[in-house]
């Protein structure tokens, strides 16, 4: 005899969930009427399966993938189900088409687990729920709040443009990155191996004819021997810098102070402050649309928003909401960061020591959230439209990342220009000088 689960409401409004063993679906509803409940959901309860058959359909069609899913095929697939979605197909039969067109990897080895998780009588969002490796807390919760509000075509629809607008600024941001990138390595390269090949064989010639060598070669020279016998420094000191920095990120006091650090840099600071902004703001503004409560939705971004002290900042805001306040009047009061022995010890080992303690103290107690977020949040709340507010604050800080961006990048080649043209010009003059002075001498 099938067995029937089924969600139905008591005469008081309750929710009431439940299994029932009927021959039919018809008997199975006229059985739970009888027992005083209006049915509002009900379907076949799929048996459970074994553990050798559940690991066996497991798998079957899965493949070996290293990683979670990046987030450019994780938003094309939002689009692609939110499109199966409004064309009205059932939620598990658009999941099983997309993972027969998905390539082997970590997305499909997670939409075989859903599917199977659905089948088994687990809704959407709980079934997404228990792949984190594709579906993040975000992701879920919106999905559930579509559920819960019987609009999951809707959420998927901005849950896809939230995810196109984070992947483009997102691209932009690395695409500007590269050019810098690619030069500093290039020109890192040919200056080492004139430092290593040239150099060394123009310190013969010297030697050997006995010239007197002028300051500027002499500190040439001096460099090209310390590139020779230290070589295997060049790429063991950044090696051993980034471990100390992914092992000081390890702790909750080194994290913060590392991402304090990062956001009072100069110039490329206000970059990532920005770019934050934009991001947390639009994710608060998308999962207030969509029906997630606003303790949920502040707890979600301040996971999300991938810097420590913007964690701190959320966070006090959710508490401060949990005692009966508004957002912006506490978003407004922890905006300032305030004293960091960690960040201080960043500014003094890669900001010129002193000077960058100096610099540390003038910067430390600058807001990291304007007062025009503030006042918009605030707008927000008293017209009741929170979320649009937030949207139009994400947008104004995207413009201004892209602005940002273009603008350093427009300064950033000239300076490039300007420090190589340096470089490669103090190593002509040095190799020169002492060349015309062995030559009047020969004359």
């Known amino acids: 005899m099938p067995t029937f689960q089924f969600e139905a409401m008591d005469s008081t409004g309750n929710e009431i969930k439940d299994v029932i063993d009927a021959q039919t679906e018809e008997e199975a509803q006229a059985t739970i009427r009888q027992m005083g409940y209006f049915v509002t959901k009900i379907s076949v309860k799929k048996a459970r399966q074994t553990a050798a058959e559940k690991k066996a359909s497991k798998k079957q069609g899965k493949s070996f993938a290293l990683g979670g899913v990046k987030m450019k095929v994780l938003t094309t697939f939002t689009r692609q189900l939110s499109i199966l979605q409004d064309a009205g197909l059932p939620i598990l039969r658009s999941l099983r088409i ?7 990897g970590a997305l499909k080895n997670s939409l075989i687990d859903v599917c199977d998780e659905i089948e088994a009588g687990a809704t959407l969002s709980e079934a997404m729920g228990k792949s984190p490796k594709a579906f993040n807390r975000l992701y879920v919760n919106m999905i559930k709040a ?20 984070a992947e483009a600024l997102r691209r932009k941001v690395k695409g500007a990155l590269v050019y810098p990138v690619v030069v500093v390595l290039f020109a890192v390269g040919i200056l080492t191996f004139i430092m290593y090949k040239i150099v060394p064989a123009f310190e013969k010639i010297f030697t050997d004819f006995e010239t007197e060598l002028p300051p500027m070669t002499t500190v040439l020279i001096t460099a090209s021997n310390m590139t020779v016998r230290f070589w295997y420094l060049l790429p063991l000191v950044p090696t051993c810098i980034w471990l100390a920095i992914k092992l000081i990120r390890k702790f909750s006091a080194g994290r913060k102070g590392w991402d304090m650090f990062l956001l009072k840099m100069p110039i490329f600071g206000q970059l990532v402050e920005k770019n934050i ?9 998308t999962l207030v649309s969509s029906g997630v409560p606003i303790l949920e939705a502040l707890h979600i971004t301040k996971e999300t928003s991938g810097n420590a002290v913007f964690e701190n900042l959320y966070q006090k805001v959710y508490e401060a909401i949990r005692e009966g306040e508004s957002i912006a009047q506490p978003l407004k009061d922890n905006a300032r960061p305030g004293f960091d022995p960690v960040a201080m010890f960043f500014w003094f080992c890669f900001i010129a020591g002193p000077v960058g303690l100096l610099m540390y103290i003038t910067r430390m107690n600058a807001r990291i959230i304007d007062d025009m977020v503030v006042n918009m949040v605030d707008v927000g709340e008293e017209t009741g439209e929170l979320d649009t507010m937030l ?14 961006t273009d603008s350093l990048m427009s300064l950033m080649e000239p300076l490039l220009i300007i420090m190589l043209g340096g470089i490669v010009g103090f190593i002509v003059v040095a190799l020169f000088m002492p060349l015309i002075s062995l030559i009047q001498k020969l004359t």
């Open 146 to 165: 579509g559920e819960a509000g019987g609009a999951l075509e809707i959420i998927l629809r901005r849950l896809a443009e939230f995810q196109e607008r």
């Open 98 to 104: 997309l993972e027969q067109q998905s390539k082997p």
């Open 391 to 404: 949207y139009k604050v994400a947008d104004t800080y995207d413009e201004e990342v892209a602005v940002l």
């Open 277 to 285: 902004v934009a991001r947390t703001t639009r994710t608060l503004g």
